[in-house]
């Protein structure tokens, strides 16, 4: 079975900061990775998708790769604000159609 | 990007009672719709994956007794917790995938929160 792990699983960093998080996920079999972002008692907000044959994509400040054979992905933050603060969840979809997650990133962004 | 809903929002109910939650995606056909749960500062797990006009296939450990889900066409599918339990109390989210633009990519429902008294 499928499992998601993230480092760390909270962080917190003074505004400005660019910071890195990671997933990291046991079967190299996925058709894509994708990043999402949660706010508290709230449904979930895609930010972005990798297609298994990406290495990475990039959407304002942020960029996401992923390297399946090692089965790791990163999410990179640039210049972090406070509005940033969210639990930070990435997904892989298996190729028998299944979608798992991983435990998440608490990310606190300090003004 | 698509949109998914899910309503209600917010649902209280009693211990014994049925709750029924609703998921919808507004602009297109959702061939298959996932169901989640999350408990406070955990991940979502899967609970069932329904495609439209057959059976849901449901994770190992969910009671599908319990957990009724219907997905009767290509925008709704319905989870109902019946004979419900404080302990059923969670954030259930709903997902939806489709076919032709939306490809593989799964569009998430706001989620709706229920507490069980």
């Known amino acids: 079975k499928q499992e998601v792990t993230q480092i760390p699983a909270a962080l917190s960093v003074p505004e400005g900061e660019n910071l890195v998080l990671n997933c990291s996920f046991t079967?190299?079999?996925?058709?894509?990775l994708q990043w999402f972002r949660q706010d508290p008692g709230k449904g979930l907000t895609s930010l972005l998708l990798i297609q298994s044959s990406q290495r990475e994509q990039t959407s304002g400040r942020l960029n996401a790769s992923l390297d399946k054979s090692s089965g790791r992905s990163t999410l990179y933050i640039a210049a972090s604000q406070p509005g940033d603060s969210a639990t930070y969840l990435c997904?892989?979809?298996?190729?028998?159609?299944?979608?798992?997650f991983g435990t998440g990133t608490s990310l606190t962004v300090i003004p | 990007g698509a949109v998914v809903s899910q309503h209600p929002s917010r649902v209280i109910c009693k211990s014994g009672t049925s709750v029924k939650i609703e998921c919808r995606s507004l602009d297109f056909q959702a061939t298959t719709m996932f169901w989640y749960r999350q408990f406070p500062k955990k991940s979502l797990m899967l609970m069932a994956t329904s495609n439209e006009g057959s059976k849901a296939t449901y994770e190992q450990g969910v009671e599908k007794d319990k957990f009724l889900i219907n997905h009767a066409s290509l925008t709704l599918s319905t989870l109902t917790v019946t004979s419900a339990h404080p302990e059923d109390s969670s954030f259930y989210i709903c997902?939806?995938?489709?076919?032709?633009?939306?490809?593989?990519?799964?569009?998430f429902g706001p989620g709706t929160r229920l507490t069980v008294t």
């Open positions: 079967d190299s079999a996925i058709y894509n």
């Open positions: 997902s939806a995938r489709g076919q032709g633009r939306v490809g593989y990519e799964q569009y």
């Open positions: 997904a892989v979809l298996n190729t028998g159609n299944q979608f798992y």
